[in-house]
Each structure stands twice: as C-alpha cells, then as structure tokens.
C-alpha cells in the first residue's frame, strides 16, 4: 500500500522567515506527486511533480521532485502571515486514477 | 468557471441515522472523489467515480456508499453512523479530458455525529 509521510508535523515561524517542509513517499507505481495547501476549507492546489516535470515554482513557492531518494521538497520564501495553513502532500500512483494518498500534513504558523 | 461544491455544509446527526452529502463537480469534469478528513488519521480515501462507475475504493466500510449521475453530479450515503464517522468530508473534481492526476477540491461538508 502506498505511504506518504510528511515532515515536520507542525512549524512556527515569523513573518520573513524560508521555511522547507518535507515529504517522503513509498509508491508502487510512481506517477505523480501534488502539493496542497488547506487553510479553513478547501485544500487549494499548488503543484504537480512527475517524472517529466520535477520542479515546479510559482511566487515565492517552489517544489522539487527527488526521484532517486523518493522525496519532494516545498520551499516558501519570505513567508506572510497569510502562509498560515496546512501544507498537504499526495501521491497519485498506481494504474488508475482518481485516488490520491495523503501524508499527515504540515502545520505552518506564520507570525507577524 | 465555477468551482465544486457540496451540500449542506454542516450536518449534524445522531448515531444511528444516516446521512446523504451531495457534491457537484467543475463544469466539464466527469471524475469525481471522495475524501474524509479527521485530525487523526488525516485525509483518507473513500471511492471514486467516472460515467456513474465506481473505478476505485478505499478501505472504509460498507455503510459508506455512493452514486454518481448522468451529470457528474455525486451522493455519498452513510448509513448506520457512528461518532466516528464525525469528520470533514471532501469531495474533489477531476479533468479527464487529458490524463491528469491533479483533483480540485469542495470545500466539504462538516458531519457531527452525536
């Protein structure tokens, strides 16, 4: 069964601050992994890695794919108060779609 | 375009009842899935499904079911529920006019189990 694992669990910083959070994951059929972002409600998306495409950046957020230690990395520079959320990282595998597996998530509290 | 959603928003229950949760997709989507969320074990998935098919399961009992319509729009019944079933449940859309892992999300119904 696919594993996802996220680290650290829950990260406080200020206003400012880069902050990298971790996801590592054990995936029969490696295909695709997503980044989220949930603040009260919906997890909005933010990145698509494959195998094809193992960086992603928009702003100041940025993702890479590690396909050889089977990782992914969020970077967020100069992070805003507004930064504040849950970080989500999914795998997308196996030989269907429409299932995505979620790590426990990271908890980033950004202060002013 | 607009986004997904569900209905109602907040549901609360008493155990023994059941409960049906209601999400239509993004215009043009045909995939539609399904989620709980719980502080505790996290987002976990429920089933998925494409043209009214159920394609995909995870690993939850039967009381949790569902249907999907000719017009993408999808049910998730539970039946029998229990204080555990308390939890965030999250329905996602999915493009399948291209093959993409990427799922855009409702933003839930919130279930109280009493």
């Known amino acids: 069964e696919d594993k996802v694992v996220q680290s650290p669990l829950s990260l406080v910083v200020h206003e400012g601050d880069t902050v990298t959070l971790n996801c590592s994951y054990e995936?029969?059929?490696?295909?695709?992994l997503l980044w989220y972002k949930q603040e009260k409600k919906a997890p909005t998306f933010l990145f698509m890695l494959t195998s094809s495409g193992i960086e992603k950046k928009s702003g100041r957020l940025s993702s890479i794919l590690d396909k050889k230690e089977l990782s992914s990395i969020l970077n967020i520079t100069a992070t805003q108060t507004g930064d504040s959320a849950i970080y989500l990282c999914a795998d997308a595998g196996g030989t269907s779609y429409g299932k995505l597996t979620f790590g426990q998530g990271t908890i980033l509290t950004v202060h002013p | 375009k607009a986004g997904v959603t569900q209905t109602p928003r907040y549901l609360i229950k008493t155990r023994g009842q059941q409960v049906t949760l209601s999400c239509s997709p993004i215009?043009?989507?045909?995939?539609v899935s399904w989620y709980q969320q719980t502080p505790g074990q996290g987002l976990q998935f429920l089933f998925e499904?494409?043209?009214?098919?159920?394609?995909n399961k995870g690993n939850f009992p039967g009381r949790f079911s569902g249907r999907q319509f000719s017009n993408s729009r999808s049910e998730m019944n539970v039946s029998t529920l229990e204080l555990g079933d308390s939890a965030l449940y999250l329905c996602?859309?999915?493009?399948?006019?291209?093959?993409?892992?990427?799922?855009?999300f409702g933003p839930g119904t919130r279930l109280t189990v009493l």
């Open positions: 995936v029969t059929n490696f295909r695709s």
């Open positions: 215009s043009g989507h045909r995939s």
């Open positions: 499904y494409f043209s009214e098919t159920q394609r």
């Open positions: 996602a859309s999915r493009s399948t006019g291209e093959r993409t892992d990427t799922q855009y």
